[in-house]
């Protein structure tokens, strides 16, 4: 396994099995053809081509929108068709608006292909042993990922809060980070993925940011999301990540974001080109 095979598995994707997800005339994501045959149960809210799933409107707010496809997902969730909804909702934007057209449970956002936003922290502490990264382990009992690796704190970008105080959010939750300490993170670029799950398709793009943080600092979680802790030397971070699938996926993108901007990953290695291009895919068009 190499660096670059990570980035394979959070960009295997195939656009035969999706047709385009449309709303009030934009598209805003894609859909199984599997899942769009269960919709056809709603002649009333969905109209299906062989191109498109398109969201019938009895009104043009983006409240009754959200309304009447959170009625439907939660009939297929009775079914035990869909898992339970998460409890926080994505934004579902045409491109470039500034106002969404609905809000979707954060669930439920592969299912209709929603992209969406996240935010994670690489947690770096310098000595006089040279750099180091704080580590956690997921806890066992969580819906994804359970007993993996993940960075220090990470967490996907609800409605309605501020880039500043979800980081801080997360932060405080995942490792028990003060907001003044969460302040200090710095905003260095982002990664996204574009990949295929058993709920639809992720089209994901990560915030990334640095945070140092003191060396006599302890992390502990308030929320029940991270196991335990490890402060690892970078270099034993990029061997792990390099050599293994310990990471929940998409935390090896921002580590080898990281790994990059760092050095530690020169133009010597073998994919550093594709690295470079890989981090930051473009959607492959529907056919």
């Given at each position: 396994?190499?660096?670059?095979?990570?980035?394979?598995?959070?960009?295997?994707?195939?656009?035969?099995?999706?047709?385009?997800?449309?709303?009030?005339?934009?598209?805003?994501?894609?859909?199984?053809?599997?899942f769009?045959?269960?919709?056809?149960?709603?002649?009333?809210?969905?109209?299906?081509?062989?191109?498109?799933?398109?969201?019938?409107?009895?009104?043009?707010?983006?409240?009754?929108r959200?309304?009447?496809?959170?009625?439907?997902?939660?009939?297929?969730?009775?079914?035990?068709?869909?898992?339970?909804?998460?409890?926080?909702?994505?934004?579902v934007?045409?491109?470039?608006?500034?106002?969404?057209?609905?809000?979707?449970?954060?669930?439920?956002?592969?299912?209709?292909?929603?992209?969406?936003?996240?935010?994670?922290?690489?947690?770096?502490?310098?000595?006089?042993?040279g750099?180091?990264?704080?580590?956690?382990?997921r806890?066992?009992?969580?819906?994804?990922?359970?007993?993996?690796?993940?960075n220090?704190?990470?967490?996907?970008l609800?409605?309605?809060?501020?880039?500043?105080?979800?980081?801080?959010?997360e932060?405080?939750?995942?490792?028990?980070?003060?907001?003044?300490?969460?302040?200090?993170?710095?905003?260095?670029?982002?990664?996204?993925?574009?990949?295929?799950t058993?709920?639809?398709?992720?089209?994901?793009?990560?915030?990334?940011?640095?945070?140092?943080?003191?060396?006599?600092?302890?992390?502990?979680?308030?929320?029940?999301?991270?196991q335990?802790?490890?402060?690892?030397?970078?270099?034993?971070?990029?061997?792990?990540?390099?050599?293994?699938?310990?990471?929940?996926?998409?935390?090896?993108?921002?580590?080898?974001?990281?790994?990059?901007?760092?050095?530690?990953?020169?133009p010597?290695?073998?994919?550093?080109?594709?690295?470079?291009?890989?981090?930051?895919?473009?959607?492959?068009?529907?056919?």
């Amino acid at each position: 396994m190499g660096f670059f095979d990570h980035i394979a598995a959070c960009n295997r994707h195939d656009v035969t099995r999706f047709i385009s997800f449309d709303v009030a005339g934009h598209a805003v994501g894609r859909v199984n053809r599997e899942f769009a045959d269960q919709l056809k149960a709603w002649p009333e809210i969905f109209q299906i081509t062989d191109t498109a799933v398109q969201f019938l409107e009895s009104s043009p707010a983006a409240d009754d929108r959200t309304e009447r496809l959170a009625w439907v997902l939660n009939e297929l969730v009775d079914q035990d068709f869909l898992l339970p909804f998460h409890g926080e909702r994505y934004a579902v934007r045409g491109e470039d608006m500034a106002e969404p057209l609905l809000l979707i449970d954060r669930a439920m956002a592969p299912c209709f292909g929603i992209r969406a936003f996240g935010q994670h922290v690489n947690a770096i502490v310098r000595g006089s042993d040279g750099l180091k990264m704080w580590i956690g382990r997921r806890a066992a009992d969580r819906r994804h990922y359970p007993g993996c690796l993940d960075n220090l704190a990470a967490g996907g970008l609800p409605y309605g809060i501020s880039l500043q105080n979800n980081l801080a959010k997360e932060c405080w939750e995942e490792a028990g980070i003060p907001v003044e300490l969460a302040g200090q993170a710095i905003p260095v670029g982002a990664v996204s993925y574009h990949m295929d799950t058993r709920m639809g398709f992720k089209s994901d793009t990560l915030f990334c940011y640095d945070l140092e943080l003191p060396e006599d600092f302890r992390p502990e979680c308030t929320d029940g999301e991270v196991q335990e802790f490890y402060l690892w030397p970078v270099e034993e971070v990029m061997e792990r990540v390099k050599g293994g699938d310990e990471f929940k996926l998409n935390c090896n993108l921002v580590i080898i974001d990281f790994l990059i901007r760092y050095g530690f990953i020169t133009p010597d290695e073998p994919d550093y080109m594709n690295l470079l291009t890989g981090l930051h895919p473009v959607l492959p068009p529907l056919e």
